[in-house]
């Protein structure tokens, strides 16, 4: 009984490193998302994946690039981190507007 | 645009005590409304949803919250707390459609012996 699994849950990256987020569900939904979660300021969406073979841009898109890899995988890559991407990561899937199944989260951490 | 607002940050009550988390949404039509848990460290978990229909909904872990129209508020109950529940809560609403879900800023639930 996964539901969503997140890779990795901590990570600490060098100012201009790049990474790729990892998220996959076994729920078989059709829509998946990554959210950053900041002290104070809630859950922003960055980007979102209504169904498989598209991706379109959430509240906080810029320096981030999404891949929907198939319909169970949904991954987020940093390019060139900057330390105003140190934040609380989370993907979600859903099937319809029936709420979301969140992961556990990864914590990243940018120097 | 649609919106939540949780105007409480932090509320503290004594184990066995009422709770109320408040929320309130701005959409011009019937919205759909969730309530989410999260523990530390964790993600969030549904606690229940609102769609339509009875106005007051149960969810898990002994938590219901009433929907009002007239006062634009879905607030969260539960008559008995314990300390398990110490967790943050988010009030949620995706009225635009399921990509646009929008998330309050979160209340956060400390419980005292």
């Known amino acids: 009984n996964a539901g969503v699994t997140q890779t990795p849950k901590f990570q600490v990256l060098k100012t201009g490193q790049s990474m790729t987020l990892q998220c996959a569900q076994d729920?078989?939904?059709?829509?998946m998302y990554w959210y950053r979660q900041d002290p104070g300021m809630g859950l922003r969406l960055i980007y979102y994946?209504?169904?498989?073979?598209?991706?379109d841009k959430g509240e906080v898109p810029n320096g981030y690039n999404v891949s929907r890899l198939n319909k169970r995988e949904f991954s987020l890559r940093l390019e060139s981190a900057a330390p105003s991407q140190t934040s609380v990561y989370f993907c979600?899937?859903?099937?319809?507007?029936?709420?979301?199944?969140f992961g556990s989260g990864t914590r990243l951490t940018v120097v | 645009a649609q919106s939540v607002t949780q105007p409480d940050i932090h509320i503290t009550v004594s184990e066995g005590a009422s709770l109320e988390l408040r929320c309130n949404y701005s959409?011009?039509?019937?919205?759909?409304l969730f309530w989410y848990v999260q523990s530390p460290g964790q993600g969030l978990q549904l606690l229940l949803k609102?769609?339509?229909?009875?106005?007051l909904v149960q969810g898990i872990k002994g938590f219901e919250a009433e929907f009002k129209r007239s006062q634009s508020s879905f607030n969260l109950r539960k008559p008995s707390v314990h300390w398990s529940d110490a967790a943050e809560y988010f009030c949620?609403?995706?009225?635009?459609?399921?990509?646009?879900?929008?998330f309050g800023t979160g209340t956060k639930l400390q419980v005292i012996p």
């Open positions: 949620a609403t995706n009225s635009g459609g399921y990509q646009k879900v929008t």
């Open positions: 979600a899937s859903s099937e319809g507007r029936l709420g979301y199944t």
């Open positions: 994946s209504a169904s498989e073979g598209t991706t």
């Open positions: 959409y011009g039509a019937t919205p759909y």
């Open positions: 609102y769609f339509s229909g009875d106005t």
């Open positions: 729920m078989n939904h059709n829509s």
